[in-house]
Structure formats: C-alpha cells, structure tokens
C-alpha cells in the first residue's frame, strides 16, 4: 500500500512538472496527418506520407525525450538551385535537458548540421553551409561543383560561407531545405512572402507559409529549443529583460566589419566564376561570409549577446531564462547569426539518441489557441474576387475548422489550418457576389468574421 501510494505522488509530481516546463508542454503533437511538398513546375502539393511534427513527448526528471519525422505540416520545397533532395523521414528522438545550465567554461561553437529542434520537430542548422574560401587555389571549396577543402568537407578555413545569403535561391517559401533529406532551417521560421520587403520569388507559384509568422505587436512565440536545453523565440520580445516596456524587435550585437579586402581572401565584391549547373559569375559581397562580421557589445537591453541570446522574462517563463531570438532587420529579413550562435551559452551536445533508456511519463497535449490569437487573425483581401487567405500570426497548437456561410447561414465551403500551419485559404471564383461570413473554431473558441465577395 505504500508503495502505490509513493507511486501516486511520484506520477502527480512529474504531471505538475508537464504542465510548468515548457520545454516538455511546447511541442506540437500528431499522429494522424502527413506532409507534403512541391515538385518544380506543378503548385499543388503532394502528400508524401511522412507523419508531420512530433508524434511523441516523453520525460522523466531531467530530460524531455521528442520522437519526430522531421516533417513540418506546411509543405516543403520545390528547392531551385539543383538539390536533388526532398524532405525525408528522419525517425529521430531528440533528449533535451529540462534543467539547462550557463557554461561558464570556453564556449561551444555551433557545428554543422543540427543544433536544435523546433516545436514542430524540424531541424536547426546554423550559418555554415560547408562551403568557404581556398586561398591555395584562390577558389570556393566544398560543396556541390567545387573541389574539396584543406582538411576536409566540413574543415573551417580562413572564409566560411554563410547559408542564409549563399543559397537564397535554394530555400523554399518556408525558408528552409534539406541537407541529405534532414529538412532543416538556418533562420527564422516564417515565409518569405510575409516579409515587409519580400527577397525571394519562391512563394509567388509554391504557396507554403511557415511555423508562424511575425506579430510586431505580441510577444513572438517559443518556437524551439537549443542543443544545449535553452529555448528559442521568434522575432519580437518585450523590450527590457524584467518582462516591462513596449514589444520591440531583438537585435543582433553582429556588425558587418569595414574591409575592402579579406586577410587570405578574396577582395570584398569580387568577382568569380562558379562552374555546374547553377555556375555563373558570383559576386563576394560583404556578408557573404561568416567572417565579414564582428561582434560589438551594446548595452542597451534589446541588443542580444555573442550567443544571440539574453536573460528575460517571457510568457512561458515569468520567472525569467536564458533564451535565443531569431534576429531580423527592419524589414523581416534574417540577420546574422539567425537564431543561435556563432556559440552557444549552455552546455551543447549531440542530442539525438536511439532510444529512450529511463523510465518516462507521455505527455500528451491539450492545446489551444486563445482568446488574443484569434483575435489577431487577418482575411484577406477584403472584399476579394477570387481568393480568400486566413492568416494566423500565432503558433497554431491545434487544428482550425474554417467554414464559408453566406446569409442564410448555409455552409458554401471548408477548409483547416493544421497544427504547425498559419494560412489556409478558398477559392471563391464559383461563388456570386455578396457577403459572407467566415467561421474559424478550435476546441474552444469561435470566431466569425465578415467577408465581401465581388465578382
């Protein structure tokens, strides 16, 4: 007897600690749905059969253990640069520590391939795209179509290109791609068509969208979590670290340096020849590689560290942690160094594992959205003539039935926003002109919303 009842207390304690560690409650759940991707030339999707986000969360004291595909729920792809991959299942489970410590020790540098996990599963790679400057041969190495570098693929030189302006032309809308079937983002997580200045053509024919998508008006979101434990945030925070003042965009500390040349380098703006399929001439702009920047301390409290990180209050921990923003410019284009890095400020190791040795408690989700989301919901355009979006600006913890009425109350048209989604949208081009109303419900909430159709 009393060993169930010592049982009891040790299942109520690890429910509690579910419910208060984000690092465990965060994580978008499925079990049922598939993803879906783009081939080059055709805009409609295709299913490919992978089960999207995490199918399932486990924890005990110390660790939260996340069984992924590592597959979004938005589509991925088309990647137009010459990758021949598509986003594969990658059957991981990733351990990550519930209780995250500083390093007070020489500070890890992030590495090639992951380095953390969004909500939704899907991989964080940071800057480096394993390409960088051979000062032997006066050329790019590694990589597609290049020769190999000093010490080998993935061996740092002098120059290391950046992805995230390097290969602009090979992210989908989501911005992000596939690195031998590990679909990854280096970057902030939401469409390039959502940007206030849009640098990529990718979304005008594939219509993805992304994780969520930036509300300079709220708190961005938690969207993933470091290799060393510690959370990841979107674009936005409050602007003074106690949790008080407005919500302001948080800046990276990195600064391109003032050079005109690169020390065993090439010149800044020289010009290359690229051979392959996507050869061409080439522009080294500065920024184009990761060494172009330097990092400058700034107290003021909405500058990050050398980490790209800060010690704040947010939403999910009103008693303030250790957290890494995805850093943008005044336009919601990404900046150096992304999301984390070029260091991180915990302890960092390889958190994907086999399988899970200890004994756990499954987590299972009981989302919603609330009441401020869904008010934050954006039509448009309005009135439209022949297609209506349904925009959330939120993370999308559960699935959205959305429904067409005209005014005599009649369903005319459905559709959903999956979990892990923020657009959904339909077609209009049958319907006569007049008003209607669109009805957006979760398990909780409704919402219904004037629409004019003009034809």
């Not at 290049?146 to 693929?153: A, L, T």
């Not at 079937?181 to 959502?194: D, I, R, W």
């Not at 448009?380 to 959305?402: E, G, H, R, W, Y």
Request: aromatic share 12%; with cysteine.
């Amino acid at each position: 007897m009393r060993y169930v009842f010592s049982l009891n207390i040790l299942l109520f304690t690890m429910g509690l600690v579910a419910q208060t560690n984000p690092a465990i409650s965060s994580w978008l759940q499925n079990t049922t749905g598939t993803g879906s991707f783009y081939e080059a030339g055709n805009s409609t999707a295709i299913d490919n059969g992978i089960l999207y986000n995490c199918q399932l969360v486990e924890y005990s004291d110390d660790f939260v253990y996340v069984h992924t595909r590592g597959i979004p729920a938005y589509p991925t792809g088309p990647f137009q640069d010459g990758n021949p991959s598509q986003a594969e299942d990658q059957n991981a489970i990733y351990r990550i520590p519930l209780n995250p410590v500083q390093n007070t020790g020489t500070p890890i540098e992030t590495n090639a391939g992951n380095i953390g996990v969004f909500i939704n599963g899907v991989s964080l790679f940071d800057w480096r795209d394993g390409v960088a400057w051979n000062p032997n041969t006066g050329a790019l190495c590694g990589g597609p179509g290049n020769q190999p570098c000093p010490g080998g693929p993935m061996a740092e030189q002098d120059w290391n290109r950046d992805a995230i302006p390097a290969e602009r032309a090979g992210f989908d809308c989501s911005k992000a791609h596939p690195a031998m079937g590990n679909y990854h983002h280096h970057q902030n997580p939401s469409a390039f068509k959502l940007d206030l200045d849009v640098i990529s053509d990718v979304c005008n024919l594939y219509d993805a969208d992304g994780l969520y998508a930036i509300d300079p008006d709220k708190h961005s979101p938690l969207i993933g979590f470091a290799y060393d434990g510690f959370p990841i945030y979107g674009a936005y925070g409050f602007k003074n670290s106690d949790g008080t003042g407005s919500i302001t965009r948080m800046k990276s500390s990195y600064y391109l340096r003032d050079i005109s040349t690169r020390e065993n380098g090439p010149d800044v703006d020289q010009v290359i020849t690229v051979e392959g399929p996507n050869g061409g001439q080439q522009t080294l702009f500065l920024g184009y590689f990761r060494e172009d920047y330097e990092y400058i301390e700034n107290s003021d409290s909405d500058y990050l560290d050398e980490h790209n990180g800060r010690f704040c209050v947010t939403p999910e921990y009103p008693d303030g942690t250790y957290a890494y923003f995805t850093t943008v410019d005044e336009n919601w284009n990404s900046t150096y160094p992304y999301v984390v890095g070029p260091t991180f400020y915990g302890n960092a190791e390889n958190r994907s594992v086999n399988s899970v040795t200890e004994s756990t408690e499954v987590y299972i989700s009981t989302s919603t959205l609330d009441i401020e989301s869904f008010s934050k919901l954006t039509i448009f355009p309005n009135p439209s003539s022949d297609l209506i979006a349904i925009q959330m600006n939120d993370i999308v913890k559960t699935d959205l039935n959305i429904e067409l009425i005209d005014m005599a109350g009649r369903l005319v048209k459905g559709t959903k926003i999956i979990q892990g989604q923020t657009i959904a949208y339909i077609d209009i081009q049958t319907l006569y002109t007049g008003t209607y109303y669109i009805k957006i419900t979760d398990q909780i909430n409704t919402l219904i919303k004037p629409v004019v159709i003009n034809r």
